[in-house]
């Protein structure tokens, strides 16, 4: 593998806060705890890591069993052991996607599990840890998998499921359907260790969240990267203190991050969670949906919970928590909260978007924890593999010209296969352009200075002009030639899907499946904690 770093200043869709959290910490410190850079503090956070032995004990055995029950390796439970012993974690998480996921789900797990062994190395002993999110409820999100089809082309894959509205996903059930959809992937990833592993995984009758486990287990067997079901009952019974928190600080709570969504909004940031006054941070299921908590207060000053129309006092909601607390769980800003609570966690690795998250986050963990887990940006890349590469080097084509979208990306390629004459004619018509207008330039300069200006946007006008003359001949190419036109739609397809970031379009066993195993060891290799920029990786 060849690595280069692209900054993510150059990547469309960058925003701001993340850009500066991880360039300046100094404009961000009020909202990060800690710099974007790992080494430069786990060893102080280290220091400070409190963790009851009673609950690492309970937790523990139950990451044991849920990893057992999964095929785990001998290496996840000697780090089982080793969490059980003392040991801290890094902890990522994702949501159960269709046959793994996106590939940033496997970048999360490989960060991971470097954090974690920089750590160890230093002699912090520490482990790697996957939150599977099987209790977010929005299947249409996790129910899909884009694979390259034999032309290059993103074939979607889904698997239809039939269920409660807004249940947990980690619950949902496959039918024989997923035959079907195992069938799929499979002719489209060819006869492979990968494809083997999908069918072990993906069965009737198995959830999205066990199927996930399963797979990644076995993707990560010689990595001993521990996964956790959030959904376990005997976890929540565990994190009942936390959502007892929610209820009773609710009105503290809200308050704190509207405060905290005033000032990012102030420094010029947006806020990634929008808190209202009606806002909680608790989901309750009712009839298998999960449902959002509300609050409100009613003319006598007297503050009430409802979830949908029913009306709940304090004491009845708590009531409820301590009786069920299975039934609850928390929305994006307690999620990483109780994770916390649950693990002790020197640091979370995830996205730019988790990132976002963690700004309000904060103020929910110094209130109900009195400590603030550390966010560091997970591992990003864009894998080029043989076929773009060529076609890439073919056109004279950077990979951040594809961020320009499919029309145009189809023009710049047209424009470097126009008659040779006819290019050599425009080149030379630029070049003693530029060359006629610099003297021009310079005489007006002695003559009268003012017109300087004038002269500049003069030339600006004409070099505009010539260059939407190139363009016109590059679309008339471009018309003729519909191989030019297909090449274009590979790139796209394959390094910038729908314009997005390939890493949160083309399922991850794409590229396991093409390169075996040994791609997550290439990874791995290629991820360094002091480099937070993108990079694109040649094959």
Not at 106 to 115: M, N, Q
Not at 221 to 243: K, S, T
Not at 412 to 437: G, H, I, V
Not at 502 to 515: D, L, P
Request: with cysteine; glycine share 6%.
């Amino acid at each position: 593998m060849k690595s280069e770093c692209l900054p993510f200043s150059q990547i469309p869709h960058t925003t701001r806060l993340f850009a500066d959290f991880i360039s300046d910490h100094a404009k961000v410190q009020q909202f990060y705890p800690r710099s974007a850079h790992f080494n430069e503090w786990f060893k102080d956070e280290a220091s400070r890591l409190a963790y009851d032995a009673t609950r690492r004990q309970q937790v523990s055995a139950i990451l044991e069993r849920q990893n057992r029950s999964w095929g785990a390796s001998g290496k996840t439970l000697e780090n089982v052991a080793r969490l059980r012993a003392g040991a801290s974690a890094v902890v990522t998480g994702q949501q159960v996607g269709l046959f793994g996921g996106p590939l940033f789900a496997i970048f999360k797990a490989l960060t991971a599990v470097r954090l974690a062994n920089e750590a160890s190395q230093a002699g912090i002993d520490c482990v790697p840890v996957f939150w599977l999110a099987t209790e977010d409820h929005d299947l249409e999100e996790v129910n899909q998998a884009s694979i390259p089809g034999p032309d290059f082309s993103l074939q979607k894959l889904t698997v239809p499921i039939h269920g409660i509205p807004d249940a947990p996903v980690g619950s949902v059930q496959f039918g024989r359907d997923v035959e079907a959809a195992v069938q799929a992937v499979a002719e489209l990833l060819g006869p492979s260790e990968i494809s083997d592993f999908i069918r072990e995984s993906y069965r009737p009758n198995e959830t999205f969240g066990g199927a996930f486990a399963r797979l990644f287990s076995r993707l990560f067997a010689d990595w001993g990267v521990i996964l956790l079901d959030a959904a376990d009952p005997e976890l929540h019974a565990l994190a009942e203190p936390i959502y007892r928190g929610a209820v009773e600080h609710a009105a503290e709570l809200d308050e704190a991050l509207l405060n905290r969504g005033k000032a990012l909004e102030a420094a010029g940031y947006h806020q990634q969670v929008k808190v209202t006054p009606s806002s909680t941070l608790l989901f309750i299921l009712r009839d298998g949906a999960r449902v959002p908590v509300h609050r409100r207060v009613d003319e006598k000053g007297t503050a009430e919970f409802l979830i949908g129309q029913k009306q709940l006092s304090q004491a009845d909601l708590l009531s409820r928590v301590a009786g069920s607390p299975q039934d609850f769980s928390g929305n994006a800003l307690l999620r990483p909260v109780i994770q916390d609570y649950l693990l002790p966690t020197l640091a979370y690795t995830g996205g730019s978007a988790e990132v976002a998250y963690f700004t309000q986050a904060a103020v929910v963990y110094e209130k109900l924890l009195g400590r603030v887990t550390p966010i560091v940006p997970r591992f990003s890349a864009t894998i080029v593999e043989s076929k773009p590469k060529t076609l890439l080097e073919r056109y004279g084509l950077r990979f951040t010209d594809l961020f320009q979208g499919p029309e145009n990306l189809r023009e710049m390629m047209a424009a470097r296969t126009l008659p040779e004459e006819l290019q050599s004619a425009f080149d030379q018509a630029e070049t003693s352009m530029e060359k006629s207008l610099a003297k021009i330039r310079d005489g007006l300069a002695r003559l009268d200075p003012t017109l300087v200006d004038s002269a500049s946007n003069a030339a600006s006008k004409m070099q505009y002009q010539l260059a939407q003359l190139r363009a016109k001949a590059a679309r008339a190419e471009l018309r003729h030639t519909e191989v030019l036109t297909r090449k274009a739609d590979v790139l796209s397809s394959l390094l910038y899907p729908s314009k997005a970031l390939q890493e949160r379009a083309i399922a991850g066993i794409y590229f396991v499946a093409r390169h075996g195993k040994e791609f997550l060891r290439d990874v791995y290799e290629t991820i360094h904690p002091d480099c937070l920029d993108h990079q694109v990786i040649t094959m």
